[in-house]
Nanobody
Framework: QVQLVESGGGLVQAGGSLRLSCAAS????????MGWFRQAPGKEREFVAA????????KYADYVKGRFTISRDNAKNTVYLQMSSLEPEDTAVYYC??????????????????WGQGTQVTVSS
């Protein structure tokens, strides 16, 4: 069992940056692949980025590639999402998710076992 708590959301102008954090409980954080998803009003939850449990591999959705960076610090049980060049279309509630020792990096929400409560990111034009 793992509990996830996101932080770092807020209001930012277009072109600005934010760093989201997701703190995980539990002693086996390093065995979990971690993902970030987002959900805008009236839209389905969509994949943003994910990092393998070993931290050696990452995946990004095309619409954030080159602008967002996912990273993890297993010593701090924390995964980060650095977001740059933010656009109004990035406005959404951002969720982190965890999946224990998958064979490959999961990019579908159904493949994750644990979810945080979400943090709001609003990008003004």
């Amino acid at each position: 069992q793992v509990q996830l708590v996101e932080s770092g959301g807020g209001l930012v102008q277009a072109g600005g940056s934010l760093r989201l954090s997701c703190a995980a409980s539990g002693r086996t954080f390093s065995s979990y692949a971690m993902g970030w998803f987002r959900q805008a009003p009236g839209k389905e939850r969509e994949f943003v980025a994910a990092i393998f449990w070993s931290g050696g591999s990452t995946k990004y959705a095309d619409y954030v590639k080159g602008r967002f960076t996912i990273s993890r610090d297993n010593a701090k049980n924390t995964v980060y999402l650095q977001m740059s060049s933010l656009e109004p279309e990035d406005t959404a509630v951002y969720y982190c998710a965890a999946r224990q020792r998958p064979l490959r990096i999961p990019t579908m929400s159904r493949d994750y076992d644990y979810w945080g409560q979400g943090t709001q990111v609003t990008v003004s034009s």
